[in-house]
């Protein structure tokens, strides 16, 4: 309440700046990042979905009507013939069919005609246009869709110029996020793991031999220790003086002592690994193998996925797997392109695809984060090693 009451005595700039502030804050952070590509992406279906649908009920329709116009053609030759001969008949038809594929090919070409009735699936579905809007962005550019209006294009050319530089600032910042999710998974499950075993066998080590060492020798050296004295070594002239000695004061303090040196070790271990967690695991470096596995194994998945979705075989699945998260993007393979699939089997398949895309971009950029630190410091630490790069250049 006291925090409310000083932000209304302020001014109304201030006000404004601090609220800026809190905008830009949430804007910039990983959360606001992809709320941002989402809703970008979803404008961006609806304003090419506002585009380009009616056009393309256009060119249907007129295909539609150019199609009854060649087959009336073809009854007229057939009507006008009084001696129906296959050879005259089919030099007829042959010509119109001719001007009909031609008529075909130019509308493909130029008006983005894809063989489809008026009353199948559109192309520009509001499914399908964020499928191209996602494209646009990621800047993989399929060929099977297109805008075709003016409009169109200069919606495209404009959506391009503030989304590229969008999606280039989410896959940077989605991709340090994924980066050091990755390395504090692989610290904690494979570094450090192996190193908390390690430290367990040392101390168990450790332990065994100052069980094995009489109590008093073993107060001597701690004290020793504890002065700095490192160079000084307890003299010791017998040891069955130091046993006898010693022996009831063993005897009854031994397990308080094993218990008080269990427990003074572990706490000063877990101190020690409070201290250095944060730096061992941000200077924890992933290997490259375990970059390359995870993008393999994501190709895969996605190859299977696309099997099942669309009757692909896996190795063209994979393939188209490949060239899209590549952003080479040739449109040869596009998925939701099956004449014999509904319409709401083809959207899910947009969807899938469009999902797929993201999370694959976010995955290329974590592990190009990865391999590229990796690569960097074995580079500086070759260009040391032949004395091309000094300790104060690399710091």
Not at 164 to 173: G, T
């Amino acid at each position: 309440m006291e925090k409310i009451e000083k932000i209304r005595r302020r001014s109304r700039m201030a006000r404004f700046r601090y609220y800026c502030r809190l905008v830009s804050t949430f804007l910039f952070s990983h959360l606001g990042l992809c709320a941002i590509v989402i809703a970008y992406s979803s404008a961006g279906a609806a304003i090419f979905q506002k585009l380009e649908a009616d056009y393309e009920n256009e060119v249907r329709e007129k295909v539609e009507r150019e199609r009854d116009l060649y087959a009336e053609k073809l009854w007229q030759i057939t009507k006008e013939q009084k001696l129906l001969r296959k050879e005259n008949w089919t030099a007829n038809a042959e010509t119109v069919l001719n001007e009909y594929e031609e008529y075909l090919f130019n509308m493909t070409k130029e008006s983005g005609f894809n063989d489809k009735d008026k009353d199948e699936a559109q192309r520009w579905t509001y499914w399908g246009s964020l499928l191209y809007a996602v494209v646009v962005i990621t800047t993989i550019g399929y060929r099977d869709r297109a805008p075709r209006t003016k409009e169109g294009k200069v919606g495209t050319i404009i959506y391009a110029v503030i989304g590229i530089p969008l999606m280039f600032v989410f896959l940077r910042n989605i991709g340090r996020f994924m980066a050091n999710c990755c390395r504090f998974l692989y610290w904690k499950f494979c570094v450090n793991k192996e190193r908390k075993r390690r430290n367990r066998k040392r101390r168990r080590r450790q332990r065994r031999i100052e069980e094995s060492v009489p109590m008093k020798v073993m107060q001597t050296a701690r004290y020793t220790l504890d002065r700095g004295e490192v160079g000084q070594v307890p003299i010791i002239t017998n040891k069955y003086v130091i046993q006898k000695d010693s022996t009831l004061s063993t005897r009854k303090n031994q397990h308080l002592h094993d218990q008080d040196f269990s427990e003074e070790d572990e706490d000063d271990y877990s101190y020690d690994e409070s201290d250095k967690e944060d730096e061992d695991y941000r200077t924890t470096k992933v290997p490259i193998k375990l970059c390359v596995a995870l993008i393999l194994g994501y190709l895969c998945i996605g190859a299977n996925l696309f099997r099942y979705l669309e009757q692909w075989d896996f190795f063209p699945s994979f393939y188209f797997c490949f060239i899209t998260l590549t952003t080479i993007g040739f449109g040869d393979m596009v998925p939701g392109q099956t004449l014999a699939k509904a319409e709401a089997d083809q959207t899910l398949t947009l969807v899938i695809c469009a999902v797929y895309l993201i999370l694959g971009m976010g995955l290329l950029a974590m592990s190009l984060t990865l391999v590229g630190e990796t690569v960097r410091n074995k580079i500086t630490a070759i260009g040391k090693r032949i004395g091309i790069i000094e300790e104060s250049d690399s710091e």
